[in-house]
């Protein structure tokens, strides 16, 4: 009597199909607007292939986490410095 009530299979498929959808969602987003916008970086700065693939997509990657990183530092949130370090 106290065991919480078991979730049904409907609940959890239709769950698996959101996250598909987002996944989904998401490599649309970076093939259509993020690929593109690098490309044109990495021309104006005559960077090779490697290196603009190495560096700015791992620049892209991590952007909302040092964005968020430094908010929080400078509204002295308990986000803090220790998370851009």
């Known amino acids: 009597d106290d065991c919480p009530k078991k979730i ?3 609940l959890t498929v239709l769950w698996i199909v959101v996250v ?3 996944f989904l969602g998401i490599a649309v987003v ?3 607007l993020f690929v593109p ?3 044109i970086v990495a021309d104006k700065w005559d960077l090779s292939d ?3 693939g190495a560096t700015l997509m791992a620049a892209g990657g991590s ?5 968020t990183s430094l908010i929080g ?3 002295r ?9």
């Open 63 to 67: 952007a909302p986490e040092l964005a």
């Open 8 to 10: 049904g299979w409907g």
């Open 77 to 85: 949130s308990e986000v803090g410095f220790g998370t851009i370090v």
């Open 50 to 52: 490697d290196v603009s």
């Open 30 to 32: 970076c093939d259509e």
């Open 37 to 39: 916008a690098l490309e």
């Open 73 to 75: 530092t400078f509204s």
């Open 20 to 22: 598909l959808y987002m």
